[in-house]
C-alpha cells in the first residue's frame, strides 16, 4: 500500500499561481502511475490530470489543459501539479492518487485509483 501527503495548498488571489507536492512512500514510486484530482463542495470528485510511471505520458482534463502542468521525481518520490491563471472555481480540496495498474492508458476514473491522499485546501479569492 501506497501512502500519499499532500502539501502546498492555501490562499491565492485569481490570476496567481500554486505548486501543490505529493510525497509517496510505501512503494516503489517509479512503478507506478499518479493522478490529480479535486472535489469542489456539493460537487463530485474531478479527474484533473495524470502521469505514467516514468513521466514520458500526461493526460489533462479540458478544464485545466494549458493551465496545470503534473510533473514527478521519482528520484524524491514525488508528484506536482503547477497551477497557472487560478480563477475562483479553481477553489476545492485537491487529492493525489496512485494507480498500481500498469494499464496503457492513463486512467480518468477516480476508480481506477488504488491510493489516495487526505486532501490540500486551495481557495481562490476574487
Known amino acids: 500500500q501506497v501512502q500519499l501527503v499532500e502539501s502546498g495548498g492555501g490562499l491565492v488571489q485569481a490570476g496567481g499561481s500554486l505548486r501543490l507536492s505529493c510525497a509517496a512512500s510505501g512503494r516503489t514510486f517509479s512503478s507506478y502511475s499518479m493522478g490529480w484530482f479535486r472535489q469542489a463542495p456539493g460537487k463530485e470528485r474531478e479527474f484533473l490530470a495524470a502521469l505514467s510511471a516514468s513521466g514520458g505520458r500526461a493526460s489533462y482534463a479540458d478544464s485545466v489543459k494549458g493551465r496545470f502542468t503534473i510533473s514527478r521525481d521519482n528520484a524524491k518520490n514525488t508528484v506536482y501539479l503547477q497551477m497557472n491563471s487560478l480563477n475562483p472555481e479553481d477553489t476545492a480540496v485537491y487529492y493525489c492518487?496512485?494507480?498500481?495498474?500498469?494499464?496503457?492508458?492513463?486512467?480518468?476514473?477516480?476508480?481506477?485509483?488504488?491510493?489516495w491522499g487526505q486532501g490540500t485546501q486551495v481557495t481562490v479569492s476574487s
Open positions: 492518487a496512485a494507480d498500481y495498474s500498469r494499464r496503457v492508458r492513463l486512467a480518468t476514473s477516480s476508480n481506477s485509483y488504488d491510493s
